[in-house]
Nanobody
Framework: QVQLVESGGGLVQAGGSLRLSCAAS????????MGWFRQAPGKEREFVAA????????YYPDSVKGRFTISRDNAKNTVYLQMNSLKPEDTAVYYC????????????????WGQGTQVTVSS
């Protein structure tokens, strides 16, 4: 069982930056690939970034590539999402998720989810 707690969301102006954190409880954190997803009101959950258990492989959709960076510190059981050059369309609730399978862009791959943190980008 893995419990995930996100933090770091907030209100930021367009062009600004935020760093989200996701702290995981449980053992063998490095055995889990981690993902970040977001969901805006009335929209489906959207893939934002994923990282392999070792941290050596990362994945992004085109919508955030070059602006967002996912990283992890396995010694601290934490995964991060650095978000730069934020846009109003990045406004959403951001969720982290864990899977003991390979990192994936599909929400159904992930077995454990955090409660989410709100990110609001004003224009």
């Amino acid at each position: 069982q893995v419990q995930l707690v996100e933090s770091g969301g907030g209100l930021v102006q367009a062009g600004g930056s935020l760093r989200l954190s996701c702290a995981a409880s449980g053992r063998a954190f490095s055995n889990y690939a981690m993902g970040w997803f977001r969901q805006a009101p009335g929209k489906e959950r959207e893939f934002v970034a994923a990282i392999s258990g070792s941290g050596s492989n990362t994945y992004y959709p085109d919508s955030v590539k070059g602006r967002f960076t996912i990283s992890r510190d396995n010694a601290k059981n934490t995964v991060y999402l650095q978000m730069n050059s934020l846009k109003p369309e990045d406004t959403a609730v951001y969720y982290c998720a864990a899977t003991d399978r390979r990192a994936s862009m599909w929400p159904a791959t992930y077995d454990y989810w955090g409660q989410g943190t709100q990110v609001t980008v004003s224009s």
